[in-house]
């Protein structure tokens, strides 16, 4: 008996080591708050893969639409603080509001970091001053229900066709950031009569990308338009849809990763960028998201155009043009489809 109960002492004092040991361990890791509009199934895939190369740093993240982490910004700027310490959301050209962005006595709102992982970067998709990057390709393009469409449309022009009247979807400008930068490269291209005949065209709004990408595959709508990576992993899963790469031009976006000035965390935040920009990160995030990679050494998805292919075609993208007028193209958006 006497050693049965010192066998039994044994295990509990063992268990309150691990326990204790544990506890001490999670203390000790870094926490930081990432607001992003990259998908939470994604997002959370990504979070496994880093929290796996980093054990000593916690992440957690807020996911809203680009629309939506924009007023939350605003607010918490209002409030003399910023809770997130990174921001990685879909517009490119927002990046340079966040520089001029005051909170508090800081002016300012991004931390200016040269990561050595962006080296490899075309200098297009960075920061010339070293204040975001690039971290992923997100792409508007043609999606159609493959069950519905055997001759889908090539090109932007070809969704104005009558035979797709009310068979047209598209995402919301004021909650979609890649829907407002494709809106300003459709109207710099087409003018905003492009809209204009859209609306005459029985073109619908959904809200955001996610959403009109399982309309389309559910057969709601014949046809729209879409982001490259949410198409393909719908298609992967099994949904009838598929996308064309417009032969007028997609619209390339490097949805862009910097970190807050008034971090309380820089280290970790630093290595959560550098990991996005890594090699492994890029993997992870063509492996995960089905994404085209920002770094060109990296092998896109299965059919996907590379990263010079597909920017060499894409329609450019003036990002001052879109952060000049923004509230412009926005409100242009609502009245012409969305107003009764």
């Not at 550098?274 to 089905?290: C, E, P, T």
Request: net charge negative; with cysteine; hydrophobic share 40%.
């Amino acid at each position: 008996m006497k050693v049965k109960r010192l066998f039994v002492m044994g295990l509990v004092v063992m268990f309150l080591l691990v326990s204790f040991t544990q506890s001490l361990f999670a203390q000790q890791k870094e926490k930081i708050l990432l607001y992003t509009s990259v998908p939470t199934n994604i997002m959370s895939a990504i979070e496994e893969e880093f929290e796996k190369e980093n054990p000593d740093v916690d992440l957690e993240f807020v996911r809203a639409g680009t629309g939506q982490i924009k007023t939350r910004i605003i607010t918490e700027c209002e409030a003399g603080r910023i809770e997130a310490d990174l921001i990685w959301v879909a517009e490119f050209s927002y990046y340079e509001d966040l520089k001029e962005l005051t909170v508090g006595e800081t002016k300012g709102l991004l931390l200016r970091y040269e990561s050595p992982k962006a080296k490899g970067i075309p200098t297009s998709l960075k920061d010339s001053e070293g204040y975001y990057y690039g971290a992923r390709m997100i792409n508007e393009v043609i999606a159609y229900n493959t069950n519905l469409v055997s001759d889908p449309p090539r090109t932007w022009e070809d969704l104005l066709d009558p035979k797709w009247k009310d068979q047209v979807a598209l995402a919301d400008v004021s909650y979609s950031g890649a829907a407002l930068v494709a809106m300003g490269a459709l109207t710099e291209k087409y003018g905003i009569e492009y809209y204009q005949k859209l609306r005459e065209n029985g073109t619908a709004v959904l809200q955001a990308h996610g959403g009109l990408t399982q309309s389309i595959a559910a057969g709601e709508y014949k046809v729209g338009m879409s982001l490259d990576y949410m198409i393909r992993q719908q298609k992967e899963a099994g949904s009838p849809i598929n996308l064309i790469y417009p032969e007028d031009g997609a619209i390339a976006i490097p949805s862009p990763i910097a970190i807050v000035a008034t971090t309380e965390h820089p280290d970790a935040a630093k290595k959560f960028v550098d990991y996005i920009l890594s090699v492994n990160g890029q993997l992870a995030q063509v492996k995960l998201g089905s994404t085209i990679p920002v770094r060109p050494e990296i092998v896109p998805p299965l059919g996907a155009p590379s990263l010079n292919q597909l920017l060499e075609k894409s329609i450019p993208v003036d990002y001052e043009y879109i952060r000049s007028n923004a509230g412009y193209l926005t409100s242009q958006f609502t009245e012409i489809l969305l107003a009764p």
